[in-house]
């Protein structure tokens, strides 16, 4: 009783001797604002809701549930809360039944009965904090889970997006390709019939017909790349790839005015990425609090109470109770802890450091998002004059052309020319749609989700199996 008094004590002199949590110096200096900020409308937490596409709406939607990479986040949060709460069940102590029976026989070959029954408690009195320590770390851990499993979503959306989007392209681009490829037969019939009538060469019409086979050649490719764009949404969405998407109009939307991006601190604290980055600085510090706390003594408390007897019925009445203290001081470890110490400040600099690189990631997407839309802006202005010039250049040449007062090859030229131009309009207005895509991710700050039903086993007939296995197993050894 009186060892069990003194630790007490020292307990409660020392409690106050534990590391507290700590903050550090960001290793960036944030800007005040920004180079050239817009000052439109403000940006929904749902970002896409704001392109006002309703298949695009929907696609998202989809992927949000049936995602499996999303899905394996949410269950990393979920394994990180679980290994919160048995870290920190270290602070409460701990209550354990023990029982058992023996029998004994002795030299007049009789036999003894012995039951016995007790209770065994402990309790760490955690007297520099390596447990409170841990257990911070491991709540800080599912703090950085829950923050990864945000900055999945918004990752998962912007990637639909860009998909989506050049899947419109693509299919735009197919019905472009359709149309050139019908006006360009019907210029090779004028010009064969032309070439028999003998009013021109038989070079013009040649070049005609490799202009009908460069657009069939187009037009092949341009479903392929539909037809991989499509299985692409698809895994994204989490279906099979005999599955058809669940909207059918793709198009390439005008877009609305540039958000708000408001300054680039608060930015910076919406972002789960960095906010994640944080958090795990901070959990790495609190690794080093319990690493240090190891290394001094290790006090804790225990007391039992049991009752042994021959007969069950007697078992009950003659209890014993035992309280006792221990302390343990590492005395040599071969410079184990001293390394764990090491390695944990190494790991809590390299958290640090990761802060860092994410903050400048993040006001970089922001800028480069901002140029290169305007800039793309201004590009998809100077291709739509292009093209309304070059279509006023292709019904003068034609012109000329039938009057005689000009070559086919200029005609050709000027078709050619402008046909390009179609194509590389749809192109470019993707490429802008996909800044503000850019811009959209990067100002993020994630929005509320309910975590999906979590995989299980499920039962299934052996017997139905029993011959795909041995044509698994079959094809796994060689076998034919």
Same mark, same amino acid.
């Given at each position: 009783?009186?060892?069990?008094?003194?630790?007490?004590f $020292?307990?409660?002199?020392?409690?106050?001797?534990?590391?507290?949590?700590?903050d550090?110096? @960001?290793?960036?200096?944030?800007?005040?604002? &920004?180079?050239?900020?817009?000052?439109?409308?403000?940006l929904?937490?749902? &970002?896409?809701? @704001?392109?006002?596409?309703?298949?695009?709406?929907?696609?998202?939607?989809?992927?949000?549930?049936?995602?499996?990479?999303?899905?394996?986040?949410?269950?990393?949060?979920?394994?990180?809360?679980?290994? *919160?709460?048995?870290?920190?069940?270290?602070?409460?102590?701990?209550l354990?039944?023990?029982?058992?029976?023996?029998?004994?026989?002795g030299?007049?070959?009789?036999?003894?009965?012995?039951?016995? !029954?007790?209770?065994?408690?402990?309790?760490?009195?955690?007297?520099?904090?390596?447990?409170?320590?841990?257990?911070?770390?491991?709540?800080?851990?599912?703090?950085?889970?829950?923050?990864?499993?945000?900055?999945?979503? $918004?990752?998962? /959306?912007?990637?639909?997006?860009?998909? &989506?989007?050049?899947?419109?392209?693509?299919?735009?681009?197919?019905?472009?390709?359709?149309?050139?490829?019908?006006n360009?037969?019907?210029?090779?019939?004028?010009? /064969?019939?032309?070439?028999?009538?003998?009013?021109?060469?038989?070079? +013009?019409?040649?070049?005609?017909?490799?202009?009908?086979?460069?657009s069939v050649?187009?037009?092949?490719?341009?479903?392929?790349?539909?037809? /991989?764009?499509?299985?692409?949404?698809?895994?994204?969405?989490?279906?099979?790839?005999?599955?058809?998407?669940?909207?059918?109009?793709?198009?390439?939307?005008?877009?609305?005015?540039?958000?708000?991006?408001g300054?680039?601190?608060?930015?910076?604290?919406?972002?789960? +990425?960095?906010?994640?980055?944080?958090?795990?600085?901070?959990?790495?510090?609190?690794?080093?609090?319990?690493?240090?706390?190891?290394?001094?003594?290790?006090?804790?408390?225990?007391?039992?109470?049991?009752?042994?007897?021959?007969?069950?019925?007697?078992?009950?009445?003659? &209890?014993?109770a035992?309280?006792?203290?221990?302390?343990?001081?590492?005395?040599?470890?071969?410079?184990?802890?001293?390394?764990?110490?090491?390695?944990?400040?190494?790991?809590?600099?390299?958290?640090?450091?990761?802060?860092g690189?994410?903050?400048?990631?993040? !006001?970089?997407?922001?800028?480069?998002?901002?140029?290169?839309?305007?800039?793309q802006?201004?590009?998809?202005?100077?291709?739509?004059?292009?093209?309304?010039?070059?279509?006023?250049?292709?019904?003068?040449?034609?012109?000329?052309?039938?009057?005689?007062?000009?070559?086919?090859?200029?005609?050709? %030229?000027?078709?050619?020319?402008?046909?390009?131009? %179609?194509?590389?309009?749809?192109?470019?207005?993707r490429?802008? $749609?996909?800044?503000?895509?850019? !811009?959209?991710?990067? !100002?993020?700050?994630?929005?509320?989700?309910?975590?999906?039903?979590?995989?299980?086993?499920?039962?299934?007939?052996?017997?139905?199996?029993?011959?795909? #296995?041995? *044509?698994?197993? #079959?094809? *796994?050894?060689?076998?034919?």
């Amino acid at each position: 009783m009186k060892v069990w008094i003194g630790l007490l004590f $020292i307990a409660s002199v020392l409690a106050g001797c534990h590391s507290t949590p700590s903050d550090f110096q @960001s290793p960036v200096d944030v800007p005040s604002e &920004w180079t050239d900020a817009p000052n439109g409308p403000v940006l929904p937490d749902q &970002w896409w809701t @704001s392109l006002d596409d309703p298949s695009l709406d929907q696609l998202i939607e989809t992927a949000l549930d049936g995602n499996f990479s999303l899905r394996m986040a949410w269950d990393r949060l979920s394994q990180a809360r679980a290994i *919160a709460r048995r870290d920190g069940a270290e602070i409460s102590p701990t209550l354990d039944l023990t029982g058992g029976v023996s029998r004994t026989r002795g030299q007049d070959s009789s036999y003894t009965t012995d039951w016995d !029954l007790g209770l065994i408690a402990s309790y760490e009195l955690d007297v520099w904090g390596r447990v409170r320590s841990t257990r911070d770390a491991a709540l800080l851990d599912a703090m950085v889970a829950e923050e990864d499993v945000h900055a999945a979503a $918004i990752s998962l /959306t912007a990637d639909i997006a860009n998909r &989506w989007f050049e899947y419109a392209e693509q299919s735009q681009r197919i019905e472009v390709l359709e149309r050139q490829q019908r006006n360009n037969r019907e210029v090779l019939e004028i010009i /064969t019939a032309q070439f028999r009538a003998g009013q021109v060469r038989a070079e +013009d019409v040649l070049r005609q017909q490799n202009l009908v086979e460069s657009s069939v050649g187009d037009l092949a490719l341009a479903q392929q790349q539909a037809e /991989t764009i499509r299985l692409q949404l698809l895994v994204l969405l989490g279906q099979s790839p005999d599955a058809a998407l669940p909207v059918e109009e793709a198009v390439l939307i005008n877009l609305p005015p540039l958000p708000e991006i408001g300054i680039p601190s608060v930015m910076l604290q919406q972002r789960p +990425d960095v906010r994640s980055a944080y958090r795990a600085v901070q959990a790495a510090d609190r690794r080093t609090a319990a690493a240090i706390a190891d290394r001094y003594p290790n006090v804790s408390l225990s007391a039992s109470i049991g009752t042994s007897a021959n007969r069950v019925s007697d078992l009950f009445d003659n &209890w014993a109770a035992n309280l006792a203290g221990n302390l343990i001081q590492p005395l040599l470890d071969g410079g184990q802890r001293q390394a764990e110490v090491d390695r944990t400040l190494a790991s809590t600099s390299e958290a640090i450091n990761n802060y860092g690189q994410t903050v400048l990631t993040a !006001l970089s997407e922001v800028e480069s998002a901002l140029a290169q839309e305007r800039q793309q802006m201004a590009y998809v202005q100077s291709i739509d004059r292009q093209f309304t010039i070059g279509q006023q250049v292709v019904e003068r040449v034609r012109d000329s052309y039938l009057g005689g007062q000009s070559d086919y090859l200029n005609v050709l %030229e000027a078709q050619t020319s402008v046909q390009q131009l %179609e194509l590389q309009r749809l192109e470019a207005r993707r490429v802008l $749609i996909g800044y503000r895509v850019d !811009l959209s991710r990067a !100002l993020a700050g994630g929005w509320a989700a309910t975590a999906p039903e979590p995989a299980r086993f499920v039962e299934v007939d052996e017997s139905e199996n029993s011959s795909d #296995d041995h *044509a698994a197993r #079959d094809a *796994a050894s060689g076998d034919s």
